[in-house]
Structure formats: structure tokens, C-alpha cells
């Protein structure tokens, strides 16, 4: 039997964020397709929604690198990309240069603290080259990097790095060659000391969505320019990139398509639910663990798939409800289907509209199909969420996207309130029809019962 971890089964359908996840996401992890490639020494760039589990995959790539047995693992850097203030020219790559060797020496004096060995019993070449590295590229205090260590590590390892940023270091590389020399001699240094490379992860490239288009352009093409600096052999760069960036880092890294491989996050169905499955197990502590132990209905299978989408994020967020009722129970068994369609009701997956008002989505299943009226109706409704509005109101002002209400027969656009009643039924049970997993019993079009008002709910 799997022991949890943690005292609330609730724990592995909380936050979702991979990062807090680190203690037990191996138990839990199923790789995406094209994962093996992905672990591999070439260069790749992995696209994917939001949700789809990236950082979950940059952190697996990243254990997996230094749990391969009979190989040697590389040095790990990890590159939060925070938008930049500059972002194109040569400040950007020196600055990008500069951030990505000093992570490097850092990674290198860590790993030296934590296996003193990896120095001790080096070549005197990897040993005077380890120190040219920390002592070139830590950009950090010394001073204040090394106390740190020594409240964290152990003391033989402290001890040796103290010894190391004591010493004074020869000259590999003058501090300003050119920056493919510059990493050449890194990865040189590195592979001397028995690691096999340097791997930079590059992850959070989702905050430059914010950047207006032609910024987030510029602000890729000087990315991926500065990463075509550092075409050298052993340096190996790993991108967790939106899926929205894919035309525009396609149109801005023409010449560096050649060293990525690229991959799209992809989750069939089938995916998906063996993923939600090992949480299930580690939650409840059992060594395995079917959705048909969760409840009898077995169209549970077909609403995940319809409203969670193909991201893990959107399974498991719709999940935690039935998971939630499903422990509660004072004796534990699969939920009926009644219980089932009850929390489906209770807890619907969350419409909503893009930027534009446009296209509608409930969780992450598109709607498809609605008519110009049904969405003028629905895009008023969802505008004003903090009211209620009458059918007179949106009659005028949603369907016929009127900026008042008439208010007598004197107004030209007036018209018989038995005739806007009979329009705004039809057009109310049209919407219905396309937006509510049962119409007759709506959890979005919301009316109050003998008072003509409608509300829009479980809108996000």
C-alpha cells in the first residue's frame, strides 16, 4: 500500500502548481509523448497551453537527467524568464550571458559543496578549471553566497568551497572572448569534472504575454538570438514555451530551427485519466486506483473529457468535488449516479468568454454553433455580472444592442411588451439549448420565477 504524505488526501487536487509538488510528483507524473526524445542532449522547445503541465515536465526532464544510471549528469541551470526591460540587442545577450554563467557557477559551487569528492579527486586541470569557472562567473557575493552555504551544508563541503573562492585562479579564458569561446571552455571545464554538459531550462516565458505584439516579438527574436550564440556542443537548452508563441518563435528563430526539436504537449483521454488515477491511489493510499472506485456512473469518464479538456490542469481541477464527497463518505464506496449528476450541478465548470467576446467557453470545452443573438444575448449578460436584468433589458439592450430602453410608445423603437415576452422566451430557451447540460434545470441562465428577470452564473 502507497503511505501519503501528507494528512489531508485533498492535498494532491489543491494548488496544482508542479512546484509544490516536488516531494511526490514522480509518484504521479505520466510522461507526454516524445518524452524520452525530450530527455535527451539535443536542444528542445516544448509548446503548450496553460495548464498543460510544462513546469510539471521541466521538473521531471530535470530529475530524469540526474537519475539516468551509467550516465554522467549534467550541470542544471534553471531561467526564469521575468519580462525584460530590455529585450532586443546586444544588452539583452550580454545580460542573458551573464545570467545564465553566473547560474552555472553557483549550480557548480552547490554541487562541489554537496559531493567535495567531484573536486577532490579530479585531474588538476578539472580542478584549476572549476575554480576559474566559480571565480570568473559568480556574480554573487562571495562572502555572503558562502555563509549561506554553511547554514545550509555540510560543514567538509563548506570548508572546501571557502578554500576554492580563497584561491587565486588562472586564466582560462580572457573575461571578454567572444561568448561562444566563453561557454565552450564552460562546457570543457564541465565534462572534466565529470558532468556531461550544461542543460539550461528556461521556463516562465508565459509572463511575456503581456507584452504588446511587436514588444513580445522583439523580446523572442532576442531570446532565441541570444540562445544561437551558444551553438556549442554540450550546451543544451530545454524551453517550456506558451503554445500562443509557437507562429511567433517559428517566425523568429529561422535559424535556429535546426538545433531545436520541437514538441507539442499533447494528453489523449486515455492519458489523462491514468494520470488522475495515480493521484487517486497516492491520495487514498492504495496501490492502485480506477475512476470506477469513484463513482458508478460511467458517463463521469465523458464529462472530464468534454469540460476538462486535454489539459491535466482542467481534469483535475473538475475532479477534486467527487474526490471531496467521495472520502467524506461514513462508508466508503464508489458514488452513485445520483450523487454524481447532484455534485455535476453543484459544481459546473465555469463559462466564460475570451478578450474579445467572441468565443464562449464552459471550463475548457469550446461552444460551438451559438447564433448572433444568442451571443449578443449572452455577451450582455456577461458584461453586467453583478446584476440581474429583466427581459425588457435585454431584449433592447442585449439582443438588439439598442444604448437605451424605451420607455413609452413615443420612443420609435418601442414595442409591444407581449411581443418582446414571446421574442425573449424563445431567445432564452435557444441559449439554454446550447450553453446547460439540462436546460431544465439551467446553471448559467438563471431565471427568478415569476419576476422576468434573468442572471448569468458560474460565469469566471
Known amino acids: 500500500m502507497t503511505s501519503s504524505p501528507f494528512s489531508s488526501p485533498l492535498a494532491f487536487f489543491d494548488t496544482l502548481r508542479a512546484e509544490d509538488e516536488i516531494a511526490w510528483l514522480g509518484q504521479v507524473f505520466v ?14 522547445i516544448v509548446f503548450g497551453e496553460e495548464g498543460s503541465g510544462k513546469t510539471a515536465l521541466r521538473l521531471r526532464l530535470i530529475e530524469a537527467a540526474r537519475e539516468t544510471p551509467g550516465t554522467a549528469a549534467p550541470l542544471i541551470v534553471e531561467w526564469q524568464a521575468g519580462v525584460q526591460e530590455e529585450a532586443e540587442g546586444e544588452a539583452f545577450v550580454r545580460r542573458f550571458v551573464e545570467e545564465i554563467l553566473d547560474l552555472a557557477a553557483q549550480s557548480l559551487a552547490v554541487h562541489l559543496v554537496r559531493q567535495p569528492e567531484r573536486f577532490t579527486q579530479a585531474a588538476r586541470f578539472a580542478q584549476e578549471g572549476m ?15 558562502l555563509l549561506r552555504l554553511e547554514s545550509e551544508e555540510s560543514a567538509e563541503g563548506a570548508a572546501l ?9 588562472k586564466m582560462l579564458v580572457p573575461p571578454h572572448a567572444p561568448y561562444p569561446r566563453q561557454v565552450t571552455e564552460v562546457v570543457r571545464t564541465l565534462d572534466a569534472a565529470g558532468l556531461s554538459g550544461l542543460w539550461v531550462m528556461i521556463d516562465g516565458l508565459d509572463a511575456w504575454l503581456t507584452l504588446e505584439a511587436a514588444a513580445l516579438s522583439r523580446s523572442l527574436t532576442a531570446l532565441f538570438s541570444s540562445l544561437a550564440v551558444f551553438d556549442v556542443p554540450g550546451f543544451t537548452v530545454k524551453v517550456m514555451a506558451p503554445l500562443r508563441m509557437k507562429s511567433l518563435i517559428s517566425a523568429a528563430t529561422g535559424l535556429t ?9 499533447t494528453w489523449p483521454a486515455e492519458a489523462l485519466r491514468h494520470l488522475c488515477e495515480r493521484r487517486l491511489a497516492l491520495a487514498c493510499g492504495k496501490d492502485s486506483f480506477r475512476l470506477e472506485e469513484l463513482s458508478e456512473d460511467a458517463g463521469l469518464l465523458t464529462w472530464l473529457a468534454k469540460y476538462g479538456g486535454s489539459s491535466p490542469r482542467g481534469w483535475l481541477e473538475f475532479l477534486r468535488p467527487f474526490v ?8 466508503q464506496g464508489p458514488l452513485t449516479p445520483e450523487a454524481t449528476a447532484d455534485l455535476q450541478r453543484r459544481f459546473p465548470p465555469r463559462l466564460r468568454m475570451d478578450a474579445a467576446l467572441q468565443k464562449v467557453f464552459l471550463g475548457h470545452f469550446p461552444v460551438s454553433g451559438l447564433s448572433e443573438s444568442s451571443l449578443n444575448l449572452l455577451r450582455y449578460l456577461y458584461m453586467h455580472p453583478d446584476r440581474a436584468c429583466d427581459k425588457q433589458e435585454l431584449y433592447y439592450r442585449g439582443l438588439r444592442g439598442l444604448d437605451h430602453q424605451p420607455r413609452s410608445t413615443e420612443d420609435s423603437a418601442w414595442e409591444l411588451p407581449d411581443t418582446v415576452e414571446g421574442i425573449m422566451d424563445t431567445a432564452l430557451w435557444r441559449l439554454r439549448q446550447a450553453l446547460e447540460p ?7 441562465v438563471v431565471s427568478e420565477r415569476g419576476k422576468g428577470i434573468v442572471r448569468l452564473e458560474n460565469v469566471w
Open 31 to 44: 510522461p507526454p509523448q516524445g518524452f524520452e526524445a525530450m530527455r535527451g542532449m539535443r536542444s528542445v
Open 131 to 145: 575554480v576559474w569557472l566559480i571565480h570568473q562567473y559568480l556574480r554573487t557575493d562571495k562572502e555572503l553566497f
Open 161 to 169: 568551497l571557502g578554500e576554492i573562492l580563497s584561491r587565486t585562479p
Open 257 to 265: 530551427r535546426r538545433r531545436f526539436e520541437i514538441f507539442e504537449l
Open 324 to 331: 471531496d464527497a467521495y472520502l467524506v463518505q461514513t462508508e
Open 438 to 444: 439540462n436546460p431544465k434545470q439551467p446553471v448559467y
